[in-house]
């Protein structure tokens, strides 16, 4: 089937180019190198060059510590070695370290490191259309135990030097960091009448597009050591990639600009570029919460701009689009969208735009951020029947599979609990979950019950027939998929308020300035936290409450088994 689909591509004109040898090079010259060589112009930034020197490392540990980080998979790279051969062989691994001193101490990368291997992978869509592969680089893995290497000496730095709002590829961040702090801000000037503009920003492939002599400077200008700079440096010089078709590879081709895919390195690179984009546009006109001023959340290159006003947003994205320029970004217009927040300005107009410095922005009313559906009126209703939607179709594909009679009961259930449900609670944490929308979630999660369990025979009517609520959950013995909801956001309150300082607990314990309208408020996530815990503990506080880990572990496992 894949070589059928191989002699078939087609170029973006829909014509037929015929069998893998005339395939390979249109494939290249008109997709890969098209978009890891871009072409356009930039001033480069002219900054300070420190003079750190760092002393001579030991290896050994990092060593180990980065090889244990890869995962027990087979990966064919240029000369075919299979990492657990790599992980395991003792001899090997002494020439690694070695190879790997060398290296640090003459600051150049051994021939055949800089050449990745692209393998094009099916995305979605008509299987004969370039634009529907994702290309997946492969690198030497021995390169690959080098720049973790390299990125447990960047990543201390890079921790003192990137602002609170972005949270992508950081310790103990996550998606959900992002998401919440949003659904708070929205809610909260909800509930305060406050009116709020946010501008969903995309970037025309990010990584693949930054001028690399800009992050050079960018790292002298951060001050990192000399020493760190010039291995970076190293691992971006004459880089090159082939594409793997079929079983076939390509002539290998240069690629200047760009952050190498599959390098470990590449995530907190971009962070770097980004915070000093971000730095020097100087956007401090965001949303006041107390005494905090939110203006920016990120993760990696997916960014959020927040302001009070059109105009703000106008302001911050003029200076946005003139820095990231220098750096070799530029905004992605068919993608970058803009929502309006507010009880007063509800009116949605089809066609209504933002035009700032020639890009033109469309204005929608939900947009999907991080996977998660954010809505202008932050109605949960959207969301929920997305992920219910979402799980279907996971549950569809594995309708088989759950009904088939060779399979044990438990390993269907084990298959419902890793495969389908995670794709259901994405983001609950964040859910302020009323009572409508508990009832569609646990229904969806009978309808996979009465899959997995089967009908039972009815000894009065002597007939086949549906198995009860009641009967499903005296057979699943586990907490119902509500509960798991409860645990988790409690889990997650607690997390949360415990990080004094950040954006995520500013937006729990702050509120805009404002008067709420009359009428009943609606119900906000502080509240199902309160709901929660007052159950279980209704003499105190949920915010001091949640000082004492071990009590509030306690808590959270008894609402999950209520």
Sequence with gaps: MWRRIQETIKETSAEVLGKPKNTKKPWFNERCEKALNQRKKFRNLYLNDPSHEENKTKYNESRKEASRTFKYEKRVYTKNILEEAEKYHNDSLTHIHKLLTHIWEQEVLPE????????????????????????????NVVYKILSYCILDRIKP???????D???GFRPNRSTTDQIF??????????EFNKSICILFVDFKKAYDSVHRHSLINILKEFKFPNKLIKLIEATLQNTEIKIKVASELS???TVRTGLRQGDALSPILFNLILEKVIRATNCNNGIVLGN????????????????????????VCRKLITMASKVGLEINDEKTEYMIVSRKDREYQQGQSMNVEGHVFKRVTHFKYLGHLITQDNDL???????????????????????????STNLKIQMYMTLIRPIVLYAAETWPLRKAEETRLKVFERRILRKIYGPCFDTNTSEWRKRHNKEL??????PNIANEIKKRRLNWAGHAWQRVGSIVRTTIEENPVGKRPLGRPRLRWVDCVKRDVENIEPEIPWRVVSENRDRWREICLAVWSQ
Excluded at 157 to 163: D, N, S, V
Excluded at 181 to 190: F, H, N, T, V
Aim: charged residues 25%.
């Design 112 to 139: 055949g490191w800089n050449v990745a291997v692209v393998c094009p992978i099916h995305k979605k869509g008509d299987p004969q259309i370039c634009n529907n592969y994702r290309g997946i680089a492969l690198l």
């Design 157 to 163: 730095i890079a921790e003192e030097i990137l602002g």
């Design 165 to 167: 709002y972005q949270g």
């Design 181 to 190: 702090s949003l659904r708070q801000i929205i809610e909260k000037s909800w």
């Design 251 to 253: 002539e290998p081709a």
């Design 292 to 315: 905090s001023n939110i203006n920016i959340l990120a993760y990696a290159d997916d960014i959020a701009i927040l302001g009070d006003t059109e105009e703000t947003i106008k302001q």
């Design 381 to 407: 209703k959207m969301e929920v029947s997305s992920r219910i939607q979402k799980g279907s179709k996971s549950f569809f594909g594995l309708g088989k599979v759950l009904s088939s009679r060779t399979l």
């Design 473 to 478: 959950e005296e057979l699943f013995q586990r």
